[in-house]
């Protein structure tokens, strides 16, 4: 157990629909980075967020956004779902020091039909 | 060309035997981790290194800086160990950022 928590756990949406996924990060942890893994492939990096700012994005476009509250707990919003956005989000949390080990939480696997 | 690159893709091994899984990367590392994910999906940190070999239960993991290379080992292959390992890098330029290999989905067959 990592401390990490998403929710939900599963969720199906329909092509053009907007989603939000939520992390908890591990107590003492300020860095959230959220992670997209398409079926059969290694996750992919879509931003990061450090005391509630960026800190970093991948490429994904605008419509792939994110928040971190000062309990540094995080959301991620996809706008206009794509059939291609069906993937396992997983979030990491992590101190900000370096080097730092991740804490993965267990995902949220999204269809989009 | 992917920044870090697995070997094999897939691995078939018996009960007790050696496994060792590959990860190469091309680009200037401050640490590499190793990471097992189960079928359910969440992902678990095995290991975090930036120089020379650690070593955990039955689990062993090299890196070697100057060839830009590092392997994990498991020995005496149980089925229980059947997963996707996974090697990621972190950069210091680039945050807690990590950049995956494409992982290696293990079958322990008992």
């Known amino acids: 157990e990592t401390g990490v928590t998403q929710s939900p756990t599963h969720l199906i949406k329909t092509r053009g629909q907007q989603v939000t996924l939520r992390c908890s990060s591990q107590?003492?942890?300020?860095?959230v980075s959220w992670y997209q893994q398409a079926l059969g492939q290694g996750p992919q990096f879509i931003f990061q967020y450090y005391r509630e700012e960026e800190n970093g994005r991948g490429n994904f476009p605008p419509r792939f956004s994110g928040l971190q509250f000062p309990n540094y707990s995080s959301e991620l919003n996809v706008n206009a779902l794509e059939l291609d956005d069906s993937a396992l989000y997983l979030c990491?949390?992590?101190?900000?020091?370096?080097?730092?080990?991740?804490?993965f939480g267990q995902g949220t696997r999204l269809t989009v039909v | 060309k992917n920044e870090v690159e697995q070997s094999p893709q897939n691995l078939t091994a018996q009960e007790g035997e050696f496994i060792t899984i590959n990860c190469s990367y091309s680009?200037?590392?401050?640490?590499l981790h190793w990471l097992q994910q189960h079928p359910g999906g969440g992902i678990v940190s095995l290991f975090m290194l930036s120089s020379g070999k650690k070593k955990h239960g039955r689990l062993i993991a090299t890196i070697n800086i100057q060839e830009k290379h590092s392997s994990l080992h498991i020995t005496a292959s149980h089925p229980r160990d059947s997963a996707v390992y996974i090697c990621?890098?972190?950069?210091?330029?680039?945050?807690?950022?990590?950049?995956f290999g494409g992982g290696t989905r293990v079958l322990v067959k008992p």
């Open positions: 680009v200037g590392i401050s640490a």
């Open positions: 990621a890098v972190s950069r210091e330029a680039a945050g807690n950022k990590l950049t």
């Open positions: 990491a949390s992590s101190s900000i020091g370096w080097p730092t080990e991740a804490f």
């Open positions: 107590s003492g942890h300020n860095t």
